[in-house]
């Protein structure tokens, strides 16, 4: 059976090239995985008075991301760094203490942007935060999109054959980090100490 991957989106714009990406890559999956969105859209601000009884969309938000066997987060880069509202969510998934939903689920991060940089930035960023959060991630192949509408049909349907080719290159190499890690984590493997 396909692994279910929930995949964020770390845009909310209605015109986000990020979401054009996702479509993309969900076009480009393997058939070894499944994709659907967990959206971040309806939290509200984080705030610690109320994390032990959030709102009903706090509370979908975290089981999404528990149910799924792996994340891929596809998000731009502003000011260097991960978007509000994208953090915001991770905020939500992480707390509260104890409950951090990102543990040990495996994650990859994938992002588009205007500029030459694709990212970059925000994903190391994100990198730390994940690390911190003690979620395994895909470290190779990395990929920072620079967006060049020319290359995607309206659907996110990839219409330039290098990119495709990379895209295609990322999930199969995603699909297969996430296999390897839910091998080394299934309950009873030796290597699983706690
Ligand atoms: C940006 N943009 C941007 N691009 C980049 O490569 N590095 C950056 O640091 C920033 N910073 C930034 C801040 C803010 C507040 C905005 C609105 C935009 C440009 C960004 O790549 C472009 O707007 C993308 O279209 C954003 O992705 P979505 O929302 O279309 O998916």
Redesign the pocket.
Known sequence: MAHRIGYI???L?T?????VLSQALIGLAPPSIEMSEISIRALPLYNRDDELDPVDAVTVFKEAIEQAEGLLIIS??????IPGPLKNAIDWGSRPWGHNSFARKPTGIIG????A???A??QSSMRSVLSFLNAPQLNAPEAYIR?DPEHYGADGRVTDAGTSQFLTHYMGEYAAFVERVLSLTAPGHVGDRD
Do not use: H, K, L, Q
């Open positions: 989106v770390g845009s714009s015109d986000s090239i990020n979401r731009p880069e502003y000011n260097r760094s588009a942007s205007t500029g940089i694709g990212t930035v925000m967006f």
